[in-house]
């Protein structure tokens, strides 16, 4: 990265600033690919690059801009999977200890066998979220329902799928069959 730009947007430059935006936006998204949950990295970029745009005057080193932009891009994915998945994808211990327990064979089959059990409406639109990647929008429109609707679906399939893989009690499972 010219570090040029990187002065000239920090210093107000708007069509430097566009431009580096344009030239980060790369990074960053293999940065969020990394770093999110799947279906997090396109809110992760956007976010991120807006974080750029409005801080990049707190940027001392124009050396570090590199080393800035990774960091928000970790705390970022950081925070949204706290927020789509109710846990902290760098909670480091507790995910490793449940990962080293099994292959990545077991982990796929595992990860396929909860999908089956989940009921129809949450299977649907986890695999059209993270697995066909499908918009918010698209979803609704395939499922005859509201983007509100597909939200409130997907963030309970995540969670289902997330108790239910690591052995944890599903809030209001008896009320979806899962007891």
Same mark, same amino acid.
């Given at each position: *990265? ?14 430097? *600033?566009?431009? +580096?935006?344009? +030239? ?19 809110? $992760? ?7 750029? $745009? ?31 998945? @109710? ?6 211990? =507790? ?5 080293? $327990? =099994?292959?990545?064979?077991? +982990?796929? @089959? ?25 918009? @918010? ?17 997907? =963030? ?24």
């Amino acid at each position: *990265m010219d570090l040029s730009v990187i002065e000239a947007a920090r210093d107000g430059d708007r069509s430097a *600033m566009e431009t +580096l935006l344009l +030239l980060s936006q790369p990074d960053i998204r293999r940065y969020a690919m990394r770093h999110c949950v799947i279906s997090d990295i396109d809110d $992760a970029v956007q976010e991120v690059l807006i974080i750029v $745009a409005k801080r990049i005057e707190s940027l001392k080193f124009l050396a570090a801009f590199s080393s800035w932009l990774f960091k928000t891009v970790q705390r970022e994915c950081r925070r949204l999977g706290r927020v789509t998945l @109710n846990y902290d994808p760098f909670e480091e211990e =507790h995910l490793d200890s449940w990962l080293q $327990a =099994h292959s990545d064979d077991e +982990l796929i @089959n595992e990860l396929i066998s909860v999908i089956e059990k989940l009921p129809q409406e949450h299977r649907e639109v986890i695999l059209l979220k993270d697995i066909q990647q499908f918009s @918010n929008r698209e979803i609704a429109s395939e499922l005859g329902i509201t983007v509100a609707a597909v939200k409130s679906r997907v =963030h309970r399939a995540r969670e289902l799928t997330r108790a239910m893989l690591l052995d944890e009690p599903v809030r209001g499972g008896s009320d979806l069959g899962l007891d």
